[in-house]
């Protein structure tokens, strides 16, 4: 079964007439079209790829299962003409506007418009051979830029000069950029979840946090490694060697058949009998594909349970406030029996003289 039969086969359990796509990698996931304006509007019988001047070829090329119809800039005066028969119809309710959804009401006056958010990220959630590949070659570009840039860290460097370093790195073996804006933080700024690199220059005596990921054909991957610059104090160690043990641990809990809740769990629990549980405020992970941030995640309220395919980040951290921060992330791919650990670059306490 293909992806768009999975999709009618998801409708017709929600017993909807027609579903319309307008979040570019679920539009991307179900039909191959990776052009940056389109919508799809998808029923039962037809399955509609709407786009304008600029794409109408790269469309018929990349999206042979769907009916490519010629639009303006406003694809929902299209939506009008050909979707007056369908009297349900989902939508991404966790993407669309409140403009946008004002014109599709407007457009499909007769219809019950139902916010069905999950319909295409559920099937999107577990990946197939094709997908896993290409996120194993993102997590490879990834690995390498690390090696690379490892050797070139030196103290007086900024935070984004080492940031442009990996993304240099990564677009020369193929990626087609960062995955998402990179976190280049030290010193005190590494205690920040989400510091992205500043003009600040890395020091002896400090932790550097590097959280980044490349694009490959569309694939994502997410890593973060934690070294040290110069010779690190007792307290220092401790941290890392806390964070180590409680990703280690995580990784161990992936299973299929574990909730997201439950392997986070584990993984914190650790951390709170190391006496750091309040310095831990994140999730433990989420899971990667066409966009860097996908579901099913691993945290204290995700129910869903992991099924063979996910492939999802195992990321905890400890973040002190005007001391410093460790994180230490790696992808893994949920296999029959436990986990697979796609990330290869290495883990064990890194000090940069």
Same mark, same amino acid.
């Given at each position: 079964m293909n992806r768009l039969e999975r999709m009618r086969q998801q409708m017709l359990e929600e017993k909807i007439d027609a579903y319309v796509v307008i979040r570019p990698e679920n539009g991307r996931y179900v039909s191959g079209f990776t052009g940056g304006e389109a919508t799809l509007f998808i029923t039962s019988e037809r399955a509609c790829l709407l786009t304008d001047f600029r794409y109408i070829e790269q469309a018929k090329a990349q999206a042979p299962d769907f009916e490519i119809i010629k639009t303006g800039l406003d694809h929902f005066a299209t939506l009008s003409e050909i979707g007056q028969q369908a009297l349900r119809v989902g939508f991404e309710g966790d993407f669309i506007t409140f403009l946008s959804y004002g014109k599709l009401k407007d457009a499909l006056p007769q219809a019950e418009l139902l916010s069905l958010p999950d319909l295409v990220s559920h099937l999107r959630s577990v990946k197939d051979k094709s997908e896993i590949e290409l996120i194993r070659q993102a997590v490879r570009i990834a690995d390498d830029a690390f090696a690379e840039v490892l050797k070139t860290i030196e103290i007086g460097q900024t935070e984004q000069e =080492?940031?442009? /370093?990996?993304?240099?790195?990564?677009?020369? /073996?193929? /990626?087609?950029?960062?995955s998402f804006e990179f976190i280049i933080a030290s010193g005190v700024r590494s205690a920040m979840p989400h510091g992205t690199a500043s003009t600040k220059q890395i020091q002896l005596g400090?932790?550097?946090?590097?959280?980044?990921? /490349? =694009? @490959?054909?569309g694939y994502c991957s997410d890593i973060t490694r934690t070294v040290f610059l110069g010779e690190p104090g007792d307290k220092h160690s401790e941290v890392y060697e806390t964070v180590l043990a409680a990703q280690r641990a995580g990784i161990k809990a992936v299973a299929p058949g574990r909730t997201g809740k439950e392997v986070d769990a584990v993984a914190r629990k650790l951390i709170e009998e190391a006496g750091y549980g309040d310095y831990?405020?994140? %999730?433990?992970g989420h899971s990667v594909g066409l966009a860097i941030h996908e579901g099913p995640n691993l945290n204290?309220? &995700?129910e869903r349970v992991l099924e063979p395919g996910m492939v =999802?980040?195992? &990321?905890? %951290?400890? @973040?002190i406030p005007d001391w410093g921060g460790v994180r230490i &992330?790696? =992808?893994?791919?949920?296999? &029959?029996?436990g986990c697979e650990v796609l990330t290869q670059a290495p883990k064990e306490f890194i000090i940069l003289e």
């Open positions: =080492i940031g442009l /370093a990996l993304e240099f790195s990564m677009r020369r /073996a193929g /990626a087609s950029g960062g400090e932790f550097l946090t590097m959280d980044f990921g /490349a =694009i @490959y054909q831990f405020g994140h %999730g433990l204290m309220r &995700e =999802i980040t195992v &990321e905890p %951290g400890i @973040y &992330e790696d =992808i893994v791919l949920v296999t &029959e029996n």
